[in-house]
Structure formats: structure tokens, C-alpha cells
Nanobody, 116 residues
Framework: QVRLVESGGGLVQPGGSLRLSCAAS????????MGWYRQAPGKERKLVAT???????NYADAVKGRFTISSDNFKNTVYLQMNSLKPEDTAVYYC??????????WGQGTQVTVSS
């Protein structure tokens, strides 16, 4: 199995920045999709950004131009650089990794709070 450990969350003022990291361990071969979702209190979990093994990235409209997803060649880590943070970005952020031909794996989540 794949184990995902997120880090980098915390409290930040509007306009600030955070960098989330997700370290994968275990059976991490053949990973073809890595990404981040977030879930605000009382809301559904939503896609934030994804990156595939060919380097293609995709972002939710709400974060385009502010967030950047990247990875270390899909070895073991995926990052989410978050700039110009807004209060609406407050949520638990979940790392997501999918191996080719397998169902996805979720991290435990890291809290990001953007104060008013």
C-alpha cells in the first residue's frame, strides 16, 4: 500500500503563503496521478490541483494563478505552493495519489487556516 503524510499546513494571514508537502512511502511505483483536494467545514471535498506523470497540471478555477502543484519526478513527494491566500482557502487539505490501474490513496489531511 501507499502511505501519504502531509505537512506544511498552519495559520496564515490573508495574502500570505504556505507550502504543503505530501510524502509518499510504500508501494509508490507506477504512480500516474498526484493531487490535492480540500474540504471546508460543512462543505464537500473539492479538487484543488492535480499533476500527472507526463507533467500535465490542472487547477480549480478558485486557485488558478495562486497555487502551484509540483512533484519530484513522481518519486515520493508532491507539493502545493499556495500564494495570495484568501479566507475562502481555509480547509483541510488532502493529498491524493493514484497508481496506474489502482484506486487512489488519501492522506490524513492538514489544516490550512487563513485568518480574516
Amino acid at each position: 500500500q501507499v502511505r501519504l503524510v502531509e505537512s506544511g499546513g498552519g495559520l496564515v494571514q490573508p495574502g500570505g503563503s504556505l507550502r504543503l508537502s505530501c510524502a509518499a512511502s510504500g508501494s509508490i511505483f507506477s504512480i500516474n496521478t498526484m493531487g490535492w483536494y480540500r474540504q471546508a467545514p460543512g462543505k464537500e471535498r473539492k479538487l484543488v490541483a492535480t499533476i500527472t506523470s507526463d507533467g500535465t497540471t490542472n487547477y480549480a478555477d478558485a486557485v488558478k494563478g495562486r497555487f502551484t502543484i509540483s512533484s519530484d519526478n513522481f518519486k515520493n513527494t508532491v507539493y502545493l505552493q499556495m500564494n495570495s491566500l484568501k479566507p475562502e482557502d481555509t480547509a483541510v487539505y488532502y493529498c491524493y495519489v493514484r497508481r496506474l490501474g489502482r484506486s487512489g490513496t488519501w492522506g490524513q489531511g492538514t489544516q490550512v487556516t487563513v485568518s480574516s
